[in-house]
């Protein structure tokens, strides 16, 4: 079975636009159990539950809320989202290029296929083949899951591998867990 695209927009550099579909470049081996109802078999429900009005809360009655002091939110909903500032929300936006080496491994996160929509078949085998000729990746900006993501992309196998990177603030220090070494 073919996958599926989880995202479909335009990768941008300088003054070319390539329609883009994303794929994701992992799938988790692991085994998964869901708990049943004994006698019947039924697959048991978590309810969602309120503790201050001591009820279950039904999917409708849920929004998101951003945490701004102890119990204080701003409270967000569908369309507040869609007016956050991310500029990048379909688009994938290189603004550089850089040795693939200069980056920290630590930053990358998780990786994702690039393949061309239909129309952008011809613009992105140009762009695959010049990115393989050449030891550098590029830096961009990916606007996925109402949120901005920093990223490279790089020629790999056939296609674009694009990596989300971590934000320099999201990484630990090694200091945190470095051991007093002895010498030995």
Not at 32 to 41: M, P, T, V
Not at 110 to 121: H, I, Q, V
Not at 173 to 183: C, S
Request: charged share 25%.
């Amino acid at each position: 079975m073919a996958p599926k695209s989880i995202w479909k927009g335009a990768m941008g550099f300088g003054m070319v636009s390539v329609p883009v579909k994303l794929y994701s470049a992992t799938e988790e081996k692991t085994v998964h159990f869901n708990q049943l109802h004994k006698d019947c078999q039924t697959r048991i429900q978590m309810p969602r539950w309120c503790p201050s009005c001591d009820r279950k809360v039904e999917q409708a009655e849920i929004v998101k809320g951003y945490p701004v002091g102890d119990n204080q939110y701003v409270l967000m909903e569908g369309d507040d989202f869609t007016s956050l500032p991310v500029k990048s929300l379909k688009t994938i936006d290189v603004v550089a290029f850089v040795e693939g080496d200069r980056i920290d491994p630590r930053h990358y996160n998780k990786p994702y296929f690039l393949a061309p929509e239909d129309a952008g078949t011809k613009a992105f085998s140009l762009f695959l083949q010049a990115m393989g000729k050449v030891n550098m990746v590029g830096i961009c900006k990916l606007g996925y899951r109402e949120r901005e993501h920093l990223a490279t992309i790089r020629a790999f196998g056939g296609v674009i591998l694009l990596q989300t990177l971590y934000y320099a603030d999201e990484l630990r220090n090694p200091d945190e867990v470095k051991p007093k070494l002895v010498d030995v």
